[in-house]
């Protein structure tokens, strides 16, 4: 008899202080799912991201724009394939055929 009053006890305190009723003591995640979202911290951590040369090409691609990070990187690939320095040519057939 005094265990059942001790689950009613239990499920009474529950409804008091909004808990979950668990009297197996079974894993349900609670814990995890009444702590405080991440996400809006984390979005306010990280800066807004700006727009860049590439961006602009692609919202308007009649307009010529010049990137020069781009030009510098073409050109630094050019001069290491002369010297034989470059990337790799990627296959052009299937393996076996």
Known sequence: ????????LELVQ????NTTFNPEGLRTGNKILRQRLRGPTLAQYYPRRVVT??????AFPEYEVWDEKEEERLEHVG????????PP????TAEGK
């Open 14 to 17: 529950c409804r008091i202080f």
């Open 79 to 86: 001069i290491m394939k002369a010297k034989g320095k470059g």
């Open 53 to 58: 040369t590439r961006d602009l090409k692609k």
């Open 1 to 8: 008899m005094s265990v059942a009053r001790s689950r009613i």
């Open 89 to 92: 040519k990627k296959k052009r």
